[in-house]
Nanobody
Framework: QVQLVESGGGLVQAGGSLRLSCAAS????????MGWFRQAPGKEREFVAA????????YYRDSVKGRFTISRDNAKNTVYLQMNSLKPEDTAVYYC????????????????WGQGTQVTVSS
């Protein structure tokens, strides 16, 4: 089992920045590819970004490219999502997930999920 706990969400004005963190415990963190997802009210959950187990490969949805950066620190068992130039349409609950397959993460799935952290961007 892998336990994931997100933090760092909050209320920010459009154009502002937030940094989300996802702390992992349980099985060896560096064995897992990690992803960030989000779900806005009334919408389906969507993939945001993913990072391979050693951090060598990253993937982003088109709408966040150039604004969001995913990174990980395997020594701290933590994955991050730096979000800059935030827009009201980025408002959602953000979740992190872990899986042994990067393809599975990019496809929008994962074996383990956190409880989510709310991000609200005001216009």
């Amino acid at each position: 089992q892998v336990q994931l706990v997100e933090s760092g969400g909050g209320l920010v004005q459009a154009g502002g920045s937030l940094r989300l963190s996802c702390a992992a415990s349980g099985r060896t963190f560096s064995n897992y590819h990690m992803g960030w997802f989000r779900q806005a009210p009334g919408k389906e959950r969507e993939f945001v970004a993913a990072i391979s187990w050693r951090g060598g490969s990253t993937y982003y949805r088109d709408s966040v490219k150039g604004r969001f950066t995913i990174s990980r620190d395997n020594a701290k068992n933590t994955v991050y999502l730096q979000m800059n130039s935030l827009k009201p349409e980025d408002t959602a609950v953000y979740y992190c997930a872990a899986d042994s397959s990067i393809g599975t993460v990019v496809a929008g799935h994962g074996d383990y999920w956190g409880q989510g952290t709310q991000v609200t961007v005001s216009s």
